[in-house]
């Protein structure tokens, strides 16, 4: 049976471990208020920021898909951990002993299947940063020297060597306690006719990192004539890596990506090694497959996707490169960056440039140039005669609806223009005309477009409460007493000691919002919010009665207060507008019964109905003149 580890342990993992550290290792983050942070979320498709930090609180909160928790919960949800796995992984960063209850531990057979895939890939890139140093390794020693890299530039990059022998790192690594079975599912083995041996041999290797840090896989460059494999080699898919969603040099890249708000994209290792030394450090590549959908999540996540942001593309200048950078316009449009291609004018990559023209060639070579949507329509019109009425005919036949595809109005009609002083068209508005027609079709053959985000305008809370909703409770911000409401239980949860003891007199009816009463009985229930203790919104999450409300609950930690001062005098005004929107809704309330009594009720009961309204009514104007000192 598997230890459980030690719950004081995970407290204090969950404790040792800042929250903000960890989420800004995949996207950046910047303020939002209140102490809290904000940025890209990372397991929704979005172009504002709707993902949110507390790191007074410990919690993260998405408001756009409700995805929320702790640390813990973070780094499970985006590296597809178990719960012990990840402890264990932010125990070893923060230096903690974990401890192991019912029944012993044993690392080597019960850690889970992604910690032993990364532990495996750790140890074959320190297996072959050695076998670099061996009379072997001559060979791959020669390669780098020839492409200017140095002994510390292999160093910094992890650059190692597999030797040639058929099982040299299996061997390696079975001594260190995998399994055959470990080795085949990681991609470090492969099967031959009697037992594993090394995928990688005699080749150049590449250790690829994810935005983490973990070595996921590696890239392999052959060396020798007699090897008839390809001249690279990658990584399989495996449970730990999908080519798709890595990019080499990213974890060397992420903090200079999000600091400059640039992103260089290069075609090869080399090219990113030579940027990085040449000072470009903001340079990555994709790993044997083509820059998709996948990786533009990635830089989004890291530039913000903000309008200052920049992406470039630099592309050898060959037909492949052309066509690599005309397959990157086709997803131009995810980006909310400014996008350019950089090509040398030889057609040389930034590795070559660097070994021929130096280190300030290669930093000159990324300064923005083209736009990306300019170069690939030079690409297409080049390809017709605009000598002719037809051949400039066809060129914008091609051409027109590629700028149709840009959404922004005022963009679209920039460029259109420009199309046509390339195409040699002296009518621009024709062509402005057409391409508009053209974006007009497009969107009328999408039907009504995608359907609306998920929102709290007009869902029901009944809607929302059923197990397959996505979202959280839904609620009308518009209506001032739910914005009041709301405001109060942050308050309660980020600021107990500022609505205290008042808070807890207040009934769970005064709450007029269904999933706001929720979490006011969610409070009650953990113990109210006077004197609360350190684990107070541990205890309020706890207390939640379904995933919805507890949703909630994270969502109003985590959401910034509406108030440029945090103070008594706000959260009293708070305290007083809820109690009396609740007198005054109980006065109409009693109004109404009077009204209903008539002249001929029982006179004893006539009078308390009276009495209660009286006294209600002097309360309201209590609170309307003394404010927080009425309550």
């Not at 005054?584 to 009961?605: M, T």
Request: hydrophobic share 40%.
């Amino acid at each position: 049976m598997a230890g459980r580890i030690n719950d004081d342990d995970v407290k204090a993992v969950r404790d040792a471990v800042p929250i903000d550290a960890v989420v800004s290792e995949y996207l950046q983050l910047r303020p939002a208020g209140g102490g809290n942070l904000k940025g890209l979320c990372p397991f929704h498709d979005e172009k504002s920021p709707s993902f949110q930090v507390s790191p007074s609180k410990g919690l993260f909160h998405c408001f756009g898909c409700q995805e929320g928790g702790d640390t813990i919960a973070f780094v499970m949800k985006i590296d597809h951990l178990s719960f012990s796995e990840t402890v264990e992984r932010l125990a070893a960063q923060a230096g903690i002993t974990l401890r192991y209850e019912e029944g012993g531990y044993n690392p080597g057979t019960q850690r889970g299947e992604r910690t032993r895939l990364v532990d495996a890939h750790q140890e074959a890139a320190r297996f072959y940063v050695q076998q670099l140093d061996g009379p072997e390794a001559e060979i791959a020693r020669k390669f780098l020297a020839e492409r200017g890299f140095d002994q510390a530039a292999a160093a910094h990059f992890g650059v190692g060597y597999s030797p040639a022998g058929w099982d040299h790192l299996t061997r390696y690594l079975r001594g260190k306690g995998f399994t055959d079975k470990e080795l085949l599912t990681s991609g470090l083995a492969q099967e031959s006719r009697r037992n594993p041996i090394d995928r990688f041999r005699g080749r150049l290797m590449w250790p690829i990192r994810d935005v983490g840090g973990d070595v996921v896989g590696f890239g392999a460059r052959k060396l020798r004539e007699d090897d008839n494999g390809p001249k690279y080699l990658n990584t399989p898919e495996t449970p730990i890596y999908k080519k798709s969603q890595v990019l080499y040099g990213i974890d060397l890249a992420k903090k200079d990506i999000a600091k400059a708000s640039r992103a260089v994209v290069v075609e090869g290792y080399t090219d990113v090694m030579a940027c990085h030394l040449a000072g470009v450090t903001t340079a990555i590549a994709t790993c044997g497959t083509a820059f998709g959908g996948d990786h533009i999540k990635i830089l989004r996540r890291l530039l913000m996707d903000n309008g200052s942001a920049r992406v470039i593309f630099t592309f050898d200048g060959d037909a492949a490169g052309q066509k690599a950078a005309l397959r990157a316009f086709e997803d131009d449009q995810k980006f909310a960056a400014e996008t350019y291609i950089a090509i040398a004018p030889d057609g040389m990559d930034p590795c070559e440039l660097r070994l021929a023209k130096g280190d300030e060639a290669v930093a000159d070579l990324v300064q923005p140039r083209t736009p990306l949507f300019e170069f690939a329509l030079r690409q297409i019109v080049a390809r017709y005669d605009l000598e002719t009425p037809a051949g400039r005919a066809a060129a914008l036949d091609e051409a027109a609806p590629v700028v149709a595809r840009i959404k922004n109005v005022a963009s679209q009609h920039e460029v259109a223009v420009q199309l046509a002083g390339m195409v040699g068209i002296l009518d621009t508005q024709f062509v402005v005309k057409r391409v508009a027609q053209l974006a007009r079709w497009a969107r009328d053959r999408g039907g009504r477009g995608p359907a609306p985000a998920p929102g709290r305008g007009n869902q029901s809370y009944e809607a929302a409460q059923a197990p397959a909703a996505p979202s959280g409770p839904a609620l009308n911000l518009r209506s001032p007493a739910h914005r009041t409401e709301r405001e109060l239980l942050k308050l309660a949860l980020q600021y107990p000691h500022l609505v205290s003891p008042a808070f807890d007199a207040y009934g769970v009816d005064e709450f007029t919002a269904p999933p706001y009463a929720a979490v006011r009985q969610c409070v009650q229930d953990a113990g109210g919010a006077d004197d609360a203790p350190a684990d107070y919104v541990e205890a309020v999450l706890q207390s939640a009665p379904n995933d919805t409300v507890r949703s909630l609950v994270r969502e109003l930690t985590v959401e910034a207060v509406h108030a440029r001062a945090v103070d008594e005098a706000y959260a009293g005004a708070q305290l007083v507008e809820v109690r009396l929107r609740a007198v005054d809704r109980r006065i109409r309330d009693v109004q109404g019964q009077l009204s209903r009594l008539g002249a001929h009720a029982d006179p004893e009961h006539l009078t308390a109905v009276q009495n209660e309204l009286w006294v209600l009514t002097q309360y309201a104007q209590s609170l309307r003149t003394r404010g927080a000192e009425a309550l």
